[in-house]
């Protein structure tokens, strides 16, 4: 096997099997000028999400809604794990050049190591393979536990390392639970991200006297644009925005009061737009869509589309993330 990495920027698709793959590259020396000697990769269903090497020494994002994860405590640990990892790997490359007898030359050491997550079946499978100058070196066989090697002077490291029961034990906690673990997470806030709810929005009222409330709500994320158009322009005056609410479920709500009275806007064309995400909705100022404790539809403080909501006596409430020594 010949470890190549090719990056494909594709949409992330929240199916139903995951992958969270770590790519670790050592080369000893520069072949290039300004080339990393250690550089770390993490894709997440095959999408890059971060990028470090020994030149920056820092942990790059790839992706904007992992900002939100660069702001828990995680994303600390998260780091240390890549410092740590470039420290243990420099040694590598010497060890295996004096292993196949090599004095010169450019070398590269690779390993690939990650987990598959099926969030239906909940099964899942860990990998964890190692190449050296672009060919297999050993591999973790994770049905037994064991390192297997297609190569001959692998065969020491793969003694020692299958006589190191500890450690053994600890990929197959790793891989079992603490790679599902960040794969898991990580996949929360991608999703949080790119989750889309649209509004449901209703035409709100008191009663005849009181202003005409556009009242959007269950939307994520909250971005929201509430206006008021009189026969086709935009109408400002004696129009009330109130600030964004949340809900108990993680929407938000907003809403949009317009004061004229019912004998303006019988004669005139009133519309409240909703713009959320690039879609519009738009409700027509009617005595039929307006929603009211004087209708006999609210009066048992129902909604048409079965949401429960308070009598509009008071109109607006809040609903509601291995190391190894050769």
Same mark, same amino acid.
Request: aromatic share 14%; net charge negative; glycine share 4%.
């Given at each position: 096997?010949?470890?190549?990495?090719?990056f494909?920027?594709i949409?992330?698709?929240y199916s139903?099997?995951h992958?969270?793959i /770590?790519?670790?590259?050592?080369?000893?020396?520069q072949?290039?000028a300004?080339?990393?000697e250690f550089?770390? %990769?993490?894709t997440?269903d095959?999408?890059q999400?971060?990028y470090y090497?020994s030149?920056?020494k820092?942990?790059?994002?790839?992706?904007?809604w992992?900002?939100?994860? *660069? /702001?828990?405590?995680?994303?600390?640990?998260y780091?240390?794990?890549?410092e740590?990892?470039q420290?243990?790997y420099?040694?590598?490359?010497?060890v295996?050049?004096?292993?196949?007898n090599?004095t010169r030359? %450019?070398?590269?050491?690779q390993?690939?190591s990650?987990?598959?997550y099926?969030?239906?079946?909940?099964?899942s499978? #860990?990998f964890?393979?190692? #190449?050296?100058?672009?060919e297999d070196f050993?591999?973790?066989?994770?049905?037994e536990?064991?390192y297997?090697?297609?190569?001959?002077? *692998?065969i020491?490291?793969?003694e020692k +390392?299958?006589?190191?029961?500890a450690?053994l034990? @600890?990929?197959?906690?790793y891989?079992?639970?603490?790679c599902v673990y960040?794969?898991?997470?990580l996949l929360? @806030? +991608?999703k949080? *991200?790119n989750r889309?709810?649209a509004?449901?929005v209703?035409?709100?009222?008191k009663?005849p006297?009181?202003p005409?409330?556009c009242h *959007?709500?269950?939307f994520?994320?909250s971005?929201v644009?509430l206006s +008021? @158009?009189?026969?086709?322009e935009e109408?400002l005056?004696? %129009?009330d925005?109130?600030?964004?609410?949340?809900?108990?479920d993680g929407?938000?709500?907003?809403?949009?009061?317009?004061?004229v009275?019912?004998?303006?806007w019988?004669?005139?064309h &009133?519309?409240c737009?909703v713009e959320?995400?690039?879609?519009t909705?738009e409700?027509?100022?009617t005595?039929?869509e307006i929603k009211?404790?004087y #209708?006999a539809?609210?009066q048992?403080g129902?909604?048409?589309?079965?949401?429960t909501?308070?009598?509009?006596?008071v109109?607006l409430c809040?609903? #509601?993330? &291995?190391i190894f020594?050769?």
């Amino acid at each position: 096997m010949k470890f190549i990495i090719l990056f494909i920027c594709i949409p992330l698709v929240y199916s139903k099997l995951h992958s969270l793959i /770590s790519t670790h590259t050592e080369i000893n020396g520069q072949t290039i000028a300004g080339t990393p000697e250690f550089s770390a %990769v993490t894709t997440l269903d095959d999408q890059q999400i971060d990028y470090y090497d020994s030149n920056i020494k820092n942990l790059i994002l790839k992706q904007d809604w992992m900002k939100e994860f *660069a /702001s828990t405590e995680m994303w600390r640990e998260y780091t240390d794990i890549r410092e740590k990892q470039q420290q243990i790997y420099e040694i590598n490359i010497p060890v295996l050049m004096k292993t196949f007898n090599q004095t010169r030359g %450019v070398h590269v050491y690779q390993r690939m190591s990650g987990c598959e997550y099926d969030d239906e079946t909940e099964h899942s499978q #860990g990998f964890d393979q190692h #190449g050296y100058d672009g060919e297999d070196f050993i591999t973790l066989d994770l049905n037994e536990y064991r390192y297997i090697t297609p190569v001959l002077q *692998a065969i020491p490291t793969v003694e020692k +390392w299958n006589n190191d029961r500890a450690q053994l034990e @600890f990929l197959r906690y790793y891989y079992d639970h603490n790679c599902v673990y960040w794969l898991k997470e990580l996949l929360k @806030f +991608w999703k949080e *991200a790119n989750r889309i709810i649209a509004p449901e929005v209703f035409l709100l009222q008191k009663d005849p006297f009181s202003p005409v409330v556009c009242h *959007a709500t269950g939307f994520y994320p909250s971005g929201v644009t509430l206006s +008021w @158009f009189r026969n086709g322009e935009e109408y400002l005056e004696d %129009v009330d925005l109130e600030e964004l609410l949340p809900n108990e479920d993680g929407t938000f709500q907003k809403t949009s009061s317009l004061r004229v009275s019912p004998d303006e806007w019988k004669s005139d064309h &009133f519309t409240c737009e909703v713009e959320h995400e690039g879609k519009t909705i738009e409700k027509i100022l009617t005595d039929q869509e307006i929603k009211s404790n004087y #209708g006999a539809e609210w009066q048992s403080g129902v909604s048409p589309v079965g949401r429960t909501y308070p009598r509009i006596h008071v109109l607006l409430c809040v609903m #509601g993330v &291995f190391i190894f020594v050769l």
